[in-house]
């Protein structure tokens, strides 16, 4: 259709295919990702079933199957965030299931149907979390991350082995075969391993926390991560590495990586027997091996070949032989993917379509990876080895959508505090049926990303599509802070949280503005967790943005140091300074303690059973900004936590913050949504 043909509409008034029901009918999230021999096995977030985390497989013959029955959710809450909820081995699935914590396990039949999980009898519900499984064979135990959360105060994280011997049995046939099959490396040895009453034996203590336990293909060493408060695994943590006897008894721990100024990520033992990891040590998350006590680099480049851990079970590399690893790597917020030859030390990039790469797993034959771009959904790839040829097996969106109505963002850097330059992603208003009045310009949504320690991508977003295909132009902004861009920038935050982030999100829709591109009148700011703290602050201590929303956003610092979960307990003292001794700076840079300073309307969105951002953070706020006389609306969720998972939630925040906007920047709205309450609308 011709500019000519088009219909003439105001911004933000266009009608789109793209719908919010549409978005969560047809969307789901995929998760985690395993390979047990030529088998896949994934997780998917389905809105449509509560939120649940169904267990999925594509069997060696093509077939997609899931593999547990409804209400099984396959997901953990160690950290509150949970992550690496699941193992294979050899056929048998191992998994927390959300509802009790406990570990379940399952040898997959794909000939039977109505199988039930097992529970592990020695993981009974109760006060325990679990993640980061690990089967080990040599033992036949699971290693795993536990969290005690028995006593008062913060919850004990240690690492554990868990006795699998099968005490039931009617256990099914698989997971015999697994118990037979363990004791080959051992050559039938007697196994004494020294487990407590509970079934678990207690492998490394001390730590606040640990994460990512690797063992190596012989059985006789084993290193993980591990780091103390005030730190987070972004900053500093340690790589240790032990010896480990045949009862499972440690010995000989060292730590051979990390400590102060130095975040190591992905411990990984390779097909030659050496001790792979990541670390940030040159400015950037490169790739080293540690032989014969010392750690070199396998390939130095200015890209990232980690992430920050906020989940478990992250991964960005692994081995086709023992010369050859399989890496992603992330260049100015973009994600490629190649292969590195560690004796010549050279990296030969593999071409793909897509820009946004995780949750990458390898075997000598095959890589699986959740792989998306700008203007292809996020899908579970397979890339055969060494053909490299790609096949999608699972598609994270369902809905069909002519690709003209998609925005393709441009990454754009620009000017920002002190000389320095920021970066996002700007995506311009497009729908192929409309244009605007002359002279008219688009409304902006500048979105800052939760975190603050993390990114935004590129990568293709339904929901930022639903915004643009309505005549909104929108940025998505990687503010000082933000991964990707290596330790330095990402260091750019430290004592500076409520400042850099709030600068470089106004920065960024000021540039757009001196660029002709968005209406300066029509300024709004939109962020969830820590992105609604950068969202309230820059309401409440800048005057540029004309409208917010904050998803779960932090509005009283002080009460998110004294009120959280213990994984970002002492977060804070990196991002703002030591509590209490630094205690004016919580209060001058919370946007609770300035509402004389907020002058434009505020929508709030919030689960009630937040425990990482609690409720009271929102509530606290809408009250004040009722009692100013402000246009506010508050959306509260019962039986959501941090972040939403149902689909009617989904739906209904996004088209509550449209008629929010619709009321605030006085637009038509081209279809029927229902209203949400915002007090003070007489104040418009």
């Not at 190596?216 to 340690?238: E, F, V």
């Not at 208003?429 to 590129?458: Q, R």
């Not at 009722?626 to 996004?654: C, D, M, S, W």
Request: proline residues 6%.
């Amino acid at each position: 259709m011709d500019k000519i043909d088009r219909e003439i509409a105001s911004y933000g008034s266009w009608r789109s295919p793209i719908t919010a029901a549409l978005i969560v009918g047809g969307s789901i999230g995929l998760g985690q990702v395993e390979v047990d021999a030529e088998t896949i096995y994934w997780t998917e977030g389905r809105p449509s079933e509560g939120g649940r985390n169904a267990l999925v497989c594509q069997t060696s013959r093509g077939e997609i199957v899931d593999i547990l029955p409804a209400p099984f959710n396959v997901r953990t809450r160690v950290h509150e965030y949970g992550g690496g909820a699941f193992t294979v081995d050899q056929g048998v699935v191992y998994f927390v299931n959300f509802a009790d914590q406990r570990i379940y396990q399952l040898s997959v039949d794909l000939s039977s149907s109505g199988r039930q999980p097992e529970p592990l009898p020695l993981t009974a519900a109760g006060n325990y979390r679990y993640a980061d499984l690990l089967v080990d064979r040599h033992r036949q135990c699971l290693i795993a991350v536990r969290e005690d959360h028995h006593a008062d105060g913060e919850p004990i994280n240690t690492l554990v082995s868990i006795d699998i011997k099968n005490p039931n049995p009617d256990i099914s046939s698989g997971v015999q075969s697994l118990r037979a099959q363990s004791l080959a490396p051992l050559q039938n040895r007697q196994i004494r391993q020294d487990f407590g009453e509970d079934g678990q034996q207690i492998l490394a203590a001390g730590q606040d926390f640990y994460a990512s336990p690797a063992l190596s293909s012989d059985g006789k060493s084993l290193a993980w991560l591990a780091w103390q408060h005030p730190d987070l695994p972004w900053y500093n943590t340690q790589l240790w590495v032990a010896a480990i006897n045949l009862e499972g008894n440690l010995s000989q721990a060292q730590v051979v990586a990390g400590g102060m100024d130095e975040s190591v990520f992905q411990p990984e033992w390779g097909l030659d027997g050496s001790l792979y990891f990541v670390s940030d040590r040159s400015n950037w998350w490169n790739l080293y091996r540690w032989q014969q006590g010392e750690a070199t680099p396998i390939y130095p480049m200015e890209a990232e070949f980690g992430l920050p851990q906020w989940v478990f079970g992250m991964k960005t590399y692994g081995f086709i032989s023992e010369l050859e690893i399989l890496c992603t790597y992330n260049q100015q917020g973009l994600w490629s993917l190649g292969k590195i030859n560690v004796q010549t030390q050279a990296l030969t990039p593999i071409e793909t379509p897509y820009t946004d790469i995780s949750g990458l797993r390898v075997t000598t034959s095959q890589a699986v990876f959740l792989g998306g771009s700008a203007t292809t959904p996020t899908a579970l790839v397979a890339l055969s080895l060494p053909a490299l040829e790609t096949r999608i097996i699972r598609e994270s969106s369902r809905v069909e959508v002519a690709s003209s109505y998609f925005s393709v963002p441009e990454a754009i850097a620009f000017p920002t505090e002190q000389n320095l330059i920021a970066y996002g992603f700007y995506y311009p208003p497009h729908n192929p049926d409309y244009t605007a009045p002359d002279g008219e310009k688009p409304p902006l949504i500048v979105k800052s990303h939760g975190g603050p320690t993390a990114a935004t991508s590129s990568s293709f977003s339904l929901r930022i599509q639903y915004w643009t295909s309505r005549g909104f132009a929108v940025l998505d902004v990687n503010y000082g802070g933000s991964t990707g861009y290596g330790r330095d920038y990402r260091l750019r935050l430290d004592g500076q949280w409520g400042i850099v982030d709030v600068d470089d999100c106004t920065n960024g829709a000021k540039y757009l503005v001196a660029q002709g591109l968005v209406d300066p009148a029509k300024l709004a700011i939109a962020g969830g967790s820590a992105g609604g703290f950068t969202t309230l602050a820059a309401l409440t201590f800048r005057d540029t943005f004309r409208a917010g929303a904050s998803y779960y956003g932090v509005s009283d610092l002080e009460a998110l140091a004294t009120d959280t979960h213990k994984f970002e307990a002492r977060y804070l003292d990196r991002l703002i300074g030591a509590y209490p001794e630094q205690k004016q700076l919580y209060v001058d840079r919370s946007p609770i303690h300035a509402i004389a300073r907020l002058a434009c309307p505020v929508i709030f969105f919030q689960g009630l059973e937040d425990k990482v951002v609690p409720p009271n953070q929102a509530e606290m706020m809408v009250q004040a900004l009722q009692q100013k006389g402000l246009p506010v609306a508050y959306v509260t969720y019962p039986e959501e936590q941090h972040g939403f998972r149902k689909a009617e939630n989904i739906k209904r925040t996004l088209e509550g913050e449209l008629y929010f906007y619709s009321q605030i920047f006085d637009f038509e709205l081209p279809e029927s949504i229902e209203p949400v309450e915002i007090f003070n609308q007489d104040c418009l």
